[in-house]
């Protein structure tokens, strides 16, 4: 097949799963691994992409993000809930700047690890949505700091690839006691300086690579691509999460996972 149809392909897997908890970055890169893209450049794609499915946050959310935004100067509460972002985003700034070449050489050609994560990540999933503590918080932009830091924390546990980055979030959102929406709806905004930080790195990392005749126009196909798809998902997740819990996710985790592992160990 052409480049721009594989483009495409990734492009639609990562708006599916950039959002619910079963790791897009480990999705994309056990698809990428199964239809034998080896190229390196692949792998800064499956990065870089996913700044497409974050604008569906920014154009999804846009007016409660812009209110907080130009009121900073004024409202305390919009300045309380930047300042749990920042707080929620340091660890995982610190953690990938040390981290990301390792990161990227080992773990993302790895898919046993990236399956066996699914699988650890699924019964995590289904431990919590049935036994996480009462909340104590529904609004995702009035979290204590505590709670953002230890969402932040969290967070690092999804630079390795089948861990899910939102999944990770969530888990650690509902340990401390907040809402199930409002757990996904933090994520949705933390993921707004997460992944542009990983695109810029990348960018910066990858500038020769990327350079190459036809690489731009690939992440243009496939960031418009995940765009599309993440606006759809977005709204579909939070209905689901708000009728039946994070558990379906935690059950297609093993399910992908094992499926995985299987073929593995066919191959």
Not at 89 to 108: E, M, N, T, W
Not at 120 to 137: C, H, K, N, S, W
Not at 201 to 217: H, K, T, Y
Request: with cysteine.
């Amino acid at each position: 097949m052409p480049d721009w149809v594989y483009a495409v392909i990734l492009g639609i897997i990562e708006g599916l799963t950039e959002f619910i908890p079963v790791s897009s970055t480990g999705m994309m890169l056990l698809a990428k691994q199964g239809m034998g893209l080896t190229d390196p450049f692949w792998n800064t794609f499956a990065v870089m992409i996913q700044l497409g499915a974050i604008l569906a946050v920014v154009v999804l959310y846009f007016q409660k993000l812009w209110g907080a935004v130009v009121t900073l100067p004024t409202n305390p509460d919009s300045r309380r809930f930047a300042l749990t972002i920042i707080i929620a985003f340091l660890p995982s700034v610190v953690l990938g700047l040390l981290l990301h070449d390792f990161i990227k050489a080992v773990l993302f050609d790895s898919p046993t690890v990236q399956c066996i994560s699914l699988i650890i990540g699924g019964v995590v999933l289904l431990f919590i949505d049935r036994y996480a503590p009462a909340p104590t918080q529904d609004d995702p932009t009035k979290l204590t700091l505590k709670t953002a830091l230890a969402i932040g924390l969290f967070q690092v546990l999804s630079m390795i690839p089948g861990t899910s980055r939102s999944g990770s979030t969530i888990v650690g959102a509902m340990l401390m006691k907040v809402e199930k929406r409002a757990a996904a709806e933090f994520t949705f905004f933390l993921a707004i300086p997460t992944m542009l930080g990983a695109f810029v790195l990348d960018a910066w990392e990858s500038r020769e690579q990327l350079a190459a005749a036809g690489r731009l126009e690939l992440l243009g196909i496939g960031f418009v691509t995940a765009f599309i798809v993440a606006v759809v998902v977005i709204k579909a997740m939070l209905a689901v999460v708000t009728r039946r819990g994070f558990a379906p996710f935690g059950w297609l985790r093993i399910a992908i996972g094992g499926t995985g592992l299987a073929i593995l160990a066919l191959t």
